[in-house]
């Protein structure tokens, strides 16, 4: 399974009520198999939960590249070096952030602040830019996208670029 496979299930199996038993089972240890650290003390919904807040958040800011027309998919990986933190990927980069699933926070200001991070690493452009100002944006913790050039505003909620 790909890491879309399994938040596909996982999405499926929360909104149906069915993250339990077996199926719990199940999708931890595809997780494992896509090298993602398992801790025997981890509760595995817990995992599971966390890994799927953490893959809507990654949707949710390439809906931003997307209506930037900004090529490319953020995805969510757990590359060899990595330590088997869940990690949020571009091109050939992954974030130096480990995402812990087992913070309850929303981590959409984070996953917008890594995605930003690696699209310069890998496409060596500011993104996203003010659409006004011609500024890189900033995210603020609501998360917005802001503009801090000449004068301080606010463009759009993270997930909402382009009036989307
Ligand atoms: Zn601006």
């Known amino acids: 399974m790909t890491f879309e496979e399994v938040a596909g299930e996982v999405h499926t199996a929360i909104s149906a009520g069915e ?41 949710t800011v390439q809906r931003d590249l997307d209506a930037t027309a900004l090529p490319g998919r953020l995805r969510v990986c757990a590359p060899a070096w990595g330590g088997g933190w869940l990690r949020v990927g571009y091109g050939g980069q992954a974030s130096s952030t480990g995402f812990d699933p087992r913070r309850s926070a929303d981590p959409l200001a984070e996953v917008a602040d890594v995605a930003q991070e690696i699209i310069v690493e890998e496409l060596w452009t500011s993104w996203p830019l003010c659409p006004e100002h011609g500024f890189g944006l900033h995210v603020n913790n609501t998360p917005e996208w802001v503009c801090t050039g000449t004068k301080h505003h606010v463009v759009a909620a993270v997930g909402r670029l382009g009036g989307g």
Do not use: I, K, Y
Request: hydrophobic share 50%; glycine share 10%; aromatic share 2%.
């Open 19 to 59: 993250l339990s038993g077996d199926r719990v089972v199940e999708l931890a240890v595809a997780l494992e198999g896509l090298g993602v650290a398992v801790p025997a003390d981890l509760d595995l919904r817990t995992l599971l939960t966390g890994f799927a807040r953490l893959d809507t958040s990654v949707r």
